[in-house]
């Protein structure tokens, strides 16, 4: 199988440029905005609000997912890929023009929204058109444009902070978001059979209100009022108390939100515990490591981002190797290996001083962002793969949904870990640098130890070897890889044949039919 076979020069080359534009998008936007939160507090206040900016636009992304899931059922994916763009376009120009930070939050909200339709129809289509082997290269595809951004997004956030203005950092995406939606609507053909949605509203209401006051407990428990006050003993109770009657009510409707039988597949649930882990270190390391570089390190935003950047540059380099290397020893295995990564990387963070440099910082998060490379694409891919046709985008959209939630959930515990050590001073734009180093050292305890409990999850995993003929687009029909059951081989013929057979595939995705129920209930 020549590279040219899953490239960008192959036949499906154009809309794998368009889905990586795409996801451009979201990318960029996960970066561009850590190293200016400083700037962006000195501008308009609320620093004790601005875990926020992470937590509002994470918590809006995972709880339409699933809704943008059982729409792309339906419609397809292009039109719900594209209502994504529109909604993030919207919401970056309203970004960069708010004046407070409660209206910016709002905005990022809006944005959320975009991103939840953007990122799982990237992977969904992804799953869809490339086979279990041809995957492990496109993943170094979709990894390296976490590298980029990585590498682009900090530096233009310290130079348009630095030198310009902090709205920049929501302006930049207006060109990105119209030439992605472009490059969509043009390069990418489906056959789509009409029918009427059914949404399961009162699901999401249960999560969206169930999901806010927990996140809300957990940013002012310890700040506004005390852990053991009424107040935050209402705010966390009643908040748990709606996320089990959502988990109640789920089962009693012909078409949930979040499918239970998600839960009940060992690989599926597993899978979404290591994501869920995934977006809580991520999240927790862009909300912090920028602050500490620059808040008690002393450097600017420019160097606070280079910093950052090599988190999601290692990411990319290994997520290549882990196509060659899970296909041989089984995704649970490499998925061990970057695990001990991530946990040695979080710990050497905790050796870190005010007299530490950045060079040391920037190697600690390499070498994190190294190990969740070994761990996020192969356990995603696993999961993609043994399921049929009609349960990819449920599936997909339910690990990016855990994603999600372990991202806003992660970032608002450790706000609240921040708050709490910093006490009345949190609400500064200014702190004092040994204060702020002893609070953000908890902040990385914290990552550590949800590092711990992220490789626990993948050793929880059965033992799982991808390979096998390549995945089929056909709507409704189940795929004939399923590959990835437990102890099945990768064999070097199954591989070529993927990819002699993938290079014959149409371009053009026909969507599954309305009829065809979009997730079996049974267990595996």
Known sequence: MTRSAVGLRSERGPLLLALLLSLALVALDSTIIATAVPSIVSSIGGFAQFPWLFSIYLLAQAVTVPVYGKLADLFGRKPVILF?????????????????????????????????????????????????????????????????????????????????SWRWIFFVNIPVCLLAGWMIATKFKEKVSRGKPRIDYRGAALMVAGLSLVILGLLEGGQAWSWSSPTSVAVLGVGAALLVVFVLAERRVAEPMVPLWVFRRRLLATTSLVAFGVGAVVLGLTSYVPTFVQDVLGHGPLVAGFALATLTVGWPLTASFA??????????????????????????????????????????????????????????????????????????????????????????????????????????????????????????????????????????????????????????????????????????????????????????????????????????
């Open 84 to 164: 994504g763009i529109a909604a993030f376009l919207a919401g970056s120009v309203a970004a960069g023009l708010a004046w407070s930070m409660t209206a910016l939050i709002v905005f990022r909200a809006v944005q959320g929204f975009g991103a939840g339709a953007i990122q799982p129809m990237t992977m969904t289509i992804v799953g869809d058109i490339y086979s279990v082997e041809e995957r492990a290269k496109v993943q170094g595809y979709l990894a390296s444009v976490w590298g980029i951004a990585a590498v682009v997004g900090p530096t233009l956030g310290g130079i348009f902070s630095e030198y310009v």
């Open 323 to 524: 196509g060659r290397l899970y296909t041989r020893v089984g995704v649970r295995a490499c998925g061990l290996i970057g695990g001990a990564l991530v946990i040695a990387g979080a710990a050497m963070l905790l050796l870190l001083g005010r007299s530490s440099s950045v060079v040391e910082v920037g190697a600690f998060c390499f070498v994190i962002g190294a190990g969740l490379g070994i761990v996020a694409a192969p356990t995603l891919i696993a999961a993609q793969s043994t399921v049929e046709w009609h349960e990819r985008g449920v599936v997909t959209g339910m690990n990016m949904f855990a994603r999600s939630l372990g991202s806003a959930l992660g970032v608002a515990a450790f706000g609240a870990v921040a708050n709490s050590l910093l006490g009345s001073s949190a609400g500064s734009a200014h702190h004092d640098p040994a204060r702020l180093n002893h609070a953000v050292h908890y902040v990385f305890l914290a990552v550590l130890a949800m590092a711990v409990l992220m490789t626990i999850a993948v050793r929880l995993m059965p033992r799982v070897r991808l390979g096998g003929p390549p995945a089929t687009a056909t709507p409704g029909a189940a795929p004939p890889e399923a590959a990835a059951t437990p102890e099945a081989a990768a064999t070097p013929e199954a591989a070529a044949t993927s990819g002699a057979q993938a290079g014959e595939r149409a371009l053009a995705v026909p969507a599954r039919p309305a009829g065809v129920p979009a997730a079996s209930p049974g267990d595996r």
